[in-house]
């Protein structure tokens, strides 16, 4: 079952500007995790933010969460041609597994 | 650095065949999973393992088993492979669950047609 989704399915800027990646949610969580894609390979962790936390940063990454409205954000600042890759939110679903969503696909333009 | 080896990284294989997809992580986790990744269906959890022998259901595990022999190992089985299970194959570990904050880690998948 689906718990995340990501909005908008894809994005295209240009470099040097700001990516902004929303996630909604459904049920309750104790953290919230962003992964990167880059095509065809597997995924990388790229943050956590946990439920007590509202918002997050590393590097160039910035990461909210609002558990009143189950909703997340991730904004890649200065984007770069090789942030282009697809960017997914992952729940804690039960106590073993992340569920995830079906991803934003960021396209940077040099 | 945490490593997840699939051993294969491209395969074909015929309907009806049983396929073997093969994981090895390098850094003693307790969890394994496996994932399914479809364009439009995002990543579907097929099983997962929190122990050695030990194996849970996912989302999706119909037409798939699994075996966790070693802690280390974890391998995927399609009984008997059909088209609908082209896709591409994302092995993962943690320490342990991701509710306790703790990050998975992916290999670089498997991709498998079924012809």
């Known amino acids: 079952s689906q718990q995340g989704e990501e909005d908008p399915q894809a994005l295209s800027i240009q470099e040097g500007e700001n990516a902004t990646m929303n996630c909604s949610y459904k049920?309750?969580?104790?953290?919230l995790q962003w992964y990167r894609q880059n095509s065809g390979r597997g995924l990388v962790h790229l943050i956590l933010?946990?439920?007590?936390?509202r918002e997050k940063h590393s590097g160039r990454l910035r990461v909210t969460l609002d558990t009143s409205k189950k909703s997340s954000s991730l904004l890649i600042t200065a984007s770069r041609a090789a942030d282009t890759a697809s960017y997914f939110c992952?729940?804690?679903?039960?106590?073993?597994?992340?569920?995830f969503g079906k991803g934003t696909m960021l396209l940077v333009s040099p | 650095d945490v490593k997840v080896t699939q051993s294969s990284r491209y395969l074909v294989k015929r309907t009806g065949e049983k396929v073997f997809l093969e994981c090895v992580q390098d850094?003693?986790?307790?969890?394994m999973f496996w994932y399914r990744q479809d364009p439009g269906l995002g990543l579907r959890l097929i099983y997962f393992?929190?122990?050695?022998?030990?194996?849970e259901k996912g989302d999706i595990p119909e037409g798939y088993s699994v075996s966790r022999e070693k802690k280390e190992r974890f391998s995927l089985i399609l009984e008997s492979a059909s088209t609908n299970q082209t896709s591409m194959y994302l092995c993962?570990?943690?320490?342990?669950?991701?509710?306790?904050?703790?990050?998975?880690?992916f290999g670089e998948g498997s991709w498998l047609t079924v012809v």
């Open positions: 993962a570990s943690s320490t342990s669950g991701p509710r306790s904050g703790n990050t998975i880690y």
């Open positions: 049920t309750s969580i104790n953290n």
């Open positions: 933010i946990r439920s007590n936390e």
């Open positions: 992952a729940t804690d679903v039960g106590y073993s597994t992340l569920t």
């Open positions: 850094m003693d986790h307790e969890n």
């Open positions: 393992s929190y122990d050695v022998k030990m194996k």
